[in-house]
């Protein structure tokens, strides 16, 4: 794709690195094909190839406008385009800059701005996330439809598993996680402990950032990973285990994000190269089934299929242990979570939602499984079916 930025634009980091990103793009089109707004909505802007084009013009005319606001908000930032593109276009990173760009230039209504501000005031902190829940469980027949079905009464908090200081392993519990499902964490660390593998919990952890990147507030995502470079007790650890892959592929992320920060870059590449998926970490280990559950059908989340590139692991795992894998029409398909955008995004969420459920139930399994906890509470609102992490399963 031929581009024309003004030298203003170019002399930033996140302009040329746009640049680069727009002229690997030869607008093909396949990104459009995989792309679940697009067959949703039918329109070329709610498309990868349609919005790489907004982002060109909003550079190009140093202008950013509502049209481009509105499209870039629908896309779920799944990356299934970037799985298809036959040129390796990095579209998740040129969308970050896109609404950063936008978050900063195109005002929003105050009900929107109340929206984000609450997000990223409460849900990277599990406890007024756990204080917020509570309230809202009082209150939630008043609650809007979609975000009624995600409000539920936190589990206990369960003991902490047995934390060494001279583990090879730092154990993420992530913030939305560890508040409403917690048992994850518990589970793997036993699962772990049993095969001679010291688990360190994570003192001090802090959200990953996604949250902020999500909503276009770039600046606040680097301060959260700053955070837990510092606070985090990762130097002495070989591998910084996530169970949720929408931490997971930020954390991955952390030496891209923070390139031009000369003082943190070099600790978070090396933060980076240690952080690994629970299923890499357990792809030599032998499980045994869940005696509840035998048909499982699999959702793999889109940061996991297409942020990490991870496919495979978990179907061999749990075939291992003795799962039966249901067949799952369109496993590549975002189910419409996507972090915050069920919540901000509603009515296109709760479609992709039906359609997943579709899918996944097609063949009646026990269980449904997956790996990120945005995937699982958004899923299991829609069904009567168990939907679990998949690390629960393994015994």
């Not at 009082?138 to 409000?151: C, G, K």
């Not at 650890?237 to 031009?260: D, H, N």
């Not at 090396?270 to 089934?289: S, W």
Request: hydrophobic share 45%.
């Amino acid at each position: 794709m031929r581009t024309s930025l003004p030298a203003a634009a170019l002399a930033t980091a996140a302009g040329a690195r746009a640049n680069d990103i727009l002229r690997s793009c030869v607008h093909c089109g396949f990104c459009n094909a995989t792309c679940p707004t697009y067959q949703l909505l039918g329109d070329e802007l709610d498309g990868p190839r349609g919005r790489i084009y907004l982002i060109k013009e909003m550079l190009e005319a140093g202008v950013a406008n509502a049209t481009a606001q509105t499209h870039l908000d629908r896309c779920l930032t799944c990356r299934a385009c970037e799985t298809t593109c036959p040129s390796g276009v990095r579209y998740g990173e040129l969308l970050e800059i896109g609404r950063d760009i936008v978050e900063d230039a195109v005002p929003r209504t105050w009900f929107e701005r109340l929206q984000r501000r609450w997000l990223k005031a409460v849900v990277p902190f599990p406890a007024r996330l756990r204080a917020w829940l509570r309230l809202g469980v009082v209150f939630r027949r008043f609650a809007p439809e979609p975000l009624r079905a995600l409000i539920a009464t936190p589990p206990p908090v369960p003991p902490h598993a047995a934390s060494s200081e001279a583990a090879s392993v730092l154990l993420l519990g992530g913030c939305v996680q560890s508040v409403m499902t917690p048992r994850v964490n518990t589970h793997l660390a036993s699962l772990l402990s049993a095969r001679g593998v010291a688990v360190r919990m994570a003192d001090g952890e802090g959200c990953c950032g996604a949250l902020a990147l999500h909503l276009g507030d770039a600046e606040a995502a680097r301060v959260a990973m700053r955070s837990n470079l510092e606070q985090l007790p990762w130097q002495g650890v070989e591998r910084i285990v996530s169970t949720a892959s929408g931490c997971g592929v930020t954390l991955k992320s952390y030496a891209q994000t923070l390139a031009e920060d000369e003082r943190s870059v070099s600790a978070a590449r090396a933060f980076a190269n240690k952080v690994c998926d629970v299923a890499e970490l357990l792809e030599g280990f032998e499980f045994k089934r869940h005696t509840e559950f035998r048909r499982v059908a699999w959702h793999a989340p889109c940061t996991l299929q297409h942020g990490q590139r991870l496919t495979g692991q978990v179907e061999t795992l749990l075939a291992r242990a003795g799962y039966e894998l249901v067949p799952v029409r369109d496993g590549h398909l975002c189910c419409g979570a996507a972090g915050a955008y069920s919540v901000l995004q509603p009515d296109i969420a709760t479609a992709l939602q039906g359609r997943k459920i579709e899918a996944l139930t097609e063949h009646r399994p026990d269980v449904v499984a997956t790996a990120n906890i945005g995937c699982q509470l958004h899923l299991r609102a829609a069904t009567d079916i168990p939907v679990m992490h998949w690390v629960e399963l393994l015994g």
